[in-house]
């Protein structure tokens, strides 16, 4: 009976699995394709409608969703921003962010405008490190320090920059080039000068030689200080006007222990009088983003969200779109002491304390309980 080679036994075996499954394959294959959670839909921007079951294609920048498609990968009905509103990317939000006012120490680079936010810059003279929340901008330097030159003028975004002049250490090398040749022919006529006594002295010139080194070397290096006797009263001199300095031991004995502070409780904060919550809330969203970037990712994941909706760079906006997702997600149980208390976790407390501040002064939020308290101080005659 003829038998086929094992080689071919499994090479046919493999044309009838491809046979079996490769129609599955296709179909899977093309349903990756149209993954509602990637962004690119196959060429087209696209989000996914759960009540509908469909996907829309997503509204253009400068626009805001109105309504959803009615059919399969159908456009979505959009409305433009309104004044003093944004969307610098494709989206499916029901509103436009709102543009950034520049505060009173910046100066407005570009407006706001449909697609692109407001571009704020510190005023001549100030600056704001872009690595570092920016609440208020500083006065730069006005000259170098004494003996230095300016290596970068004063910018919008840093400090004027000092360095000692290019060429200074040459000066140097002038000086210790003479005084390294010096010690190597001292060094040299010192040891020519052991080689060539008898064996009998060599041992107490030895010492001889190295005491007549150390000193030596000990004068050279005083000749740049000038006259070491001067130098010598002065000192003296100097110590016997100065008290003689408290022991280790007393002024640890001296010196109180200050206890450690304690971190005082903060108030919860509460929309100001006439605000729509949810809209303040949103407001405050770009003042979070004023942490450094290295908190946001953990930030975000303290808020228990998606790696796919973490920032995806060092973009303001796209801190702003990952705290609206979490907006959307959380509803009504979404609040700015949420935000607060999750910095307070992260061990970030002065850095919630300096938002919450901001937050305040900007008019968004007050504190729980203020004006209880300003009216009870209004009554004490």
């Known amino acids: ?15 009838l699995a491809r046979a079996a499954f490769g129609t599955d394959a296709a179909a899977l294959s093309r349903r990756d394709d149209l993954d509602p959670l990637d962004p690119s839909g196959g060429g087209t921007e696209l989000y996914y409608v759960p009540e509908k079951g469909l996907r829309c294609q997503q509204c253009p920048a400068g626009t805001h969703l109105a309504k959803s498609c009615e059919e399969e990968n159908g456009s979505s009905t959009c409305l433009p921003c309104k004044a003093e509103e944004f ?3 494709p989206n499916a939000f029901h509103s436009c962010h709102e543009c950034l006012k520049c505060r009173e120490d910046q100066v407005e680079l570009s407006p706001c405008q449909a697609t692109r936010n407001t571009e704020c810059a510190c005023k001549e003279g100030t600056f704001c490190d872009p690595k570092l929340p920016c609440e208020m901008c500083h006065k730069c330097q006005t000259r170098c320090p004494e003996g230095q030159v300016v290596l970068s003028p004063c910018t919008p975004y840093s400090d004027l920059q000092c360095g000692p002049a290019q060429g200074t250490g040459f000066n140097y090398l002038w000086i210790i080039i003479p005084v390294v040749i010096l ?11 052991y080689c060539c006594c008898s064996p009998g002295k060599r041992r107490n010139l030895t010492s001889y ?22 130098q010598d009263n002065n000192l003296n001199e100097q110590r016997a006007r100065d008290p003689p300095l408290p022991r ?33 809330l949103r407001s405050t969203f770009y003042i979070f983003a ?29 801190f702003y779109e990952m705290l609206n997702k979490w907006l959307e997600r959380e509803g009504s149980k979404a609040s700015v002491n949420v935000l607060l208390e999750t910095l307070d976790q992260l061990d970030l407390r002065g850095v919630a304390d300096d938002i919450s501040s901001e937050i305040i002064r900007k008019g968004l939020f007050k504190s729980e309980g203020a004006e209880e308290q300003g009216g009870s101080c209004a009554s004490v005659p």
């Open 1 to 15: 009976m003829f038998c086929p080679p094992r080689r071919l036994c499994l090479f046919l075996l493999l044309l």
């Open 87 to 89: 969307m610098d990317y």
């Open 183 to 193: 010690f190597l022919f001292v060094l040299v006529l010192l040891i020519c000068k």
């Open 209 to 230: 030689s190295l005491k007549d080194a150390s000193n030596l070397m000990q004068k050279l290096s005083w000749c740049g200080r000038g006259n070491v006797g001067t």
């Open 248 to 280: 280790a031991e007393e002024s640890e004995e001296m010196l109180p222990i200050a206890p450690s502070p304690r971190p005082r409780p903060r108030r919860d904060l509460v929309p100001q009088t006439g605000k729509e919550p949810i809209q303040a």
């Open 290 to 318: 004023g942490m450094k970037f290295i908190y946001w990712k953990k930030f975000g994941r303290s808020l228990n969200m998606l790696e796919n909706d973490l920032p995806f760079d060092r973009s303001q906006d796209a």
